[in-house]
Nanobody, 122 residues
């Protein structure tokens, strides 16, 4: 009954911002590493950012460093992804995922949300 539900996706112009949220239920949220992944049409799923159990440790893909910020609120069982200065090539379905251990590959993650579409227009 683990459920991860993403929200906040939509259409935004290049250079704009979006804030994604992922609400988790059915798991002890605070013991899971959380990650955001994205998959563009015709491309493999890639890790965008991850955050450790307490929120102290984070990882960002080189392509998003300085523009994206991952955070979590363990009291609300929610992880966020603030995306600034968005680029058209970042159009993709964005997925929230949970892992029992640290990892940046899709196969490291145990649970997945259904994804939310982010479209960045030029």
């Amino acid at each position: 009954q683990v459920q991860l539900v993403e929200s906040g996706g939509g259409l935004v112009q290049a250079g704009g911002s979006l804030r994604l949220s992922c609400a988790a239920s059915g798991l002890t949220f605070s013991i899971y590493v959380m990650g955001w992944f994205r998959q563009a049409p015709g491309k493999e799923r890639e890790c965008v950012a991850t955050i450790g159990r307490s929120g102290s440790n984070t990882y960002y893909a080189d392509s998003v460093k300085g523009r994206f910020t991952i955070s979590r609120d363990n009291a609300k069982n929610t992880v966020f992804l603030q995306m600034d200065s968005l680029k058209p090539e970042e159009t993709a379905v964005y997925y929230c995922a949970a892992s029992r251990d640290w990892g940046i590959k899709p196969f490291d993650y145990n649970y997945w949300g259904q994804g939310t579409q982010v479209t960045v227009s030029s």
